[in-house]
């Protein structure tokens, strides 16, 4: 789909609205989301490519779920727009293209001296998690980060500082911080769940020496969770500017 197509569904959806003049068009984000600016007679937006491909119906949903944030609606995502970002379509086009975007990443699983195969093999065989054909595994090239690890739900990616891979880290480190990642994928896609960090705590309490391994964490100077919202929570935002 070209811009002209995606600002005629935009605009026909924002005229319902009480907007005279609409534009929109795709942009490369690394992560999902929509960016806009308005007054109260137009608007563009700037929509993510990962919806290059998605049909009209789709994005008419999502044009008329921004559109009613904007009017302090508080909509939730509709079923047609979570059922798309959560369909193997979506994942069979982007998962490849959101891993280049992302600095430092390598879908490569084996590392100087640790593999991230073993560990989540050993994950599976200890019951924590199942086996999962379309989630991607890597590690982080750049140590500059003090997180463990990343993830993103929708792009089934999660990876690894590469802090980690170090013959002083044990497998245990490696696997309670994969599966510290591995769980938010295996959880999926949840826009209107609630009470989301209470439950990923129970969660990660499944794992084994958990609070040990947590102190570890912190004394390599580094950190489970950062401020904010990790990428892993991140539901398609919407950023006004």
């Known amino acids: 789909m070209d811009k002209n197509e995606l600002t005629a569904i935009f605009a026909d959806v924002g005229g319902r609205y009480g907007y005279k003049t609409v534009t929109a068009d795709f942009a490369a984000f690394?992560?999902?989301?929509?960016?806009?600016?308005?007054?109260?007679?137009?608007?563009e937006?700037?929509?993510?490519?990962?919806?290059?491909?998605?049909p009209d119906i789709v994005l008419e949903a999502l044009a008329d779920t921004i559109f009613g944030?904007?009017?302090?609606?508080?909509?939730?995502?509709?079923?047609?727009?979570?059922?798309?970002?959560?369909?193997?379509e979506f994942l069979?086009?982007?998962?490849?293209?959101?891993?280049?975007?992302?600095?430092?990443?390598?879908?490569?699983?084996?590392?100087?001296?640790?593999?991230?195969?073993?560990?989540?093999?050993?994950?599976?065989?200890m019951g924590l998690l199942e086996e999962d054909p379309e989630l991607a595994i890597g590690w982080t090239r750049s140590s500059v980060s003090s997180r463990v690890g990343e993830a993103s739900v929708l792009m089934k990616v999660v990876t690894v500082n590469s802090k980690l891979d170090s013959d002083e880290v044990s497998d245990e480190m490696l696997d309670f911080c994969l599966y510290a990642q591995a769980c938010h994928v295996a959880r999926g896609f949840n826009p209107r769940g609630c009470r989301r960090n209470a439950q990923y705590g129970r969660i990660l309490s499944l794992f084994p020496n958990r609070r040990e391994i947590e102190k570890q964490i912190r004394g390599m100077s580094m950190r489970l969770r950062g401020g904010g919202v990790p990428l892993a929570l991140t539901r398609p935002v919407i950023v006004r500017r």
Do not use: M
């Open 30 to 43: 690394r992560d999902f989301r929509v960016k806009w600016a308005r007054t109260y007679r137009w608007a």
């Open 45 to 54: 937006f700037h929509v993510s490519d990962y919806l290059d491909n998605a």
């Open 69 to 88: 944030k904007i009017n302090n609606q508080d909509a939730p995502y509709p079923d047609i727009v979570c059922d798309w970002l959560t369909s193997s």
């Open 92 to 125: 069979e086009s982007n998962q490849a293209v959101y891993i280049r975007r992302c600095p430092g990443v390598t879908t490569q699983t084996r590392g100087k001296h640790k593999d991230l195969i073993e560990s989540y093999e050993r994950l599976i065989d």
